[in-house]
């Protein structure tokens, strides 16, 4: 079984439901992540997205902030969601593809301005949700399982536009790698995207305050795909859709896109 995979965090699916569309018509990818949805899941575009071939979908939905989806061509069937940090956030959900891989959508907090959590609670949030994720996997080691979504946090040197000035920035913050990579190994994952282009910068998202963003690029790799040690070497083909950050009234996030010989 070979099928094709994107994470997006597209935010507002309802208002960037005709982006969500050209997506579906013009790349058909078999399943589709979308994060940050800010819509209740009755409210979300199903019958459009449907009409294209979409008919399954799982989410947990939450009117105006937060919400993920996973929209499937392929038939899925629900595989729960967590409700980390006990924050009633919708952040996190999972599907079952018939083949016995789960795929495992996350929006993580992206932690407020300051990398300091006794003057920001929102950062500690961070802190404690990837915390969180990290006992989990330790406590029941996945397996067969995708990883994707926004994670908030470019991990790598070459994941950003500047090193060294984003040191302090939140998404970049040494204590914040830190607590990924201890997430990313206690699941045993594998970043496809990484494994695939081991070298050179590569980013998913740029700032809305950049009009240039193109010309400027001043981005970051904030959004991720990975899998379990078990079935990573199955990935392949990953590349960013870098020109979506373009399209008409975009997120400020591009689509990351992965395959999978399973």
Known sequence: MTFTL???NINSVRL???????LMTEEAPDVI????CKSPVEKIPVERFQALGYTHMVARGQKG????????RLPITDAGGRDFVQMGHARHVAARLDNGVTIHNF???AGGDEPDREVNEKF?????????????????????SILVGDLNIAPREDDVWDHKKLLKVVSHTPIEVEHLVETQGAGGWVDVTRADIPDGRLYSWWSY????????DKGRRLDHIWATSDI?????????????????????????FATFDL
């Open 33 to 36: 992540c979308l994060q940050e």
């Open 209 to 216: 305050r950049a009009k240039e963003w193109d010309e400027a």
């Open 16 to 22: 960037r439901e005709e982006l969500v569309c050209k």
């Open 232 to 256: 990573a070497s199955a990935g392949h083909g990953s590349r960013v859709l870098r020109a979506a950050r373009g399209w008409t009234q975009p997120s400020d996030h591009a689509p990351v």
């Open 65 to 72: 902030y937060n919400g993920v989806a996973i929209l499937s």
């Open 124 to 144: 500690g949030q961070k802190l404690d949700f990837l915390t969180e994720m990290r006992d989990l996997f330790h406590a029941d080691k996945p397996q067969r």
């Open 6 to 8: 994107a994470t997006w």
């Open 107 to 109: 929006y993580i907090p």
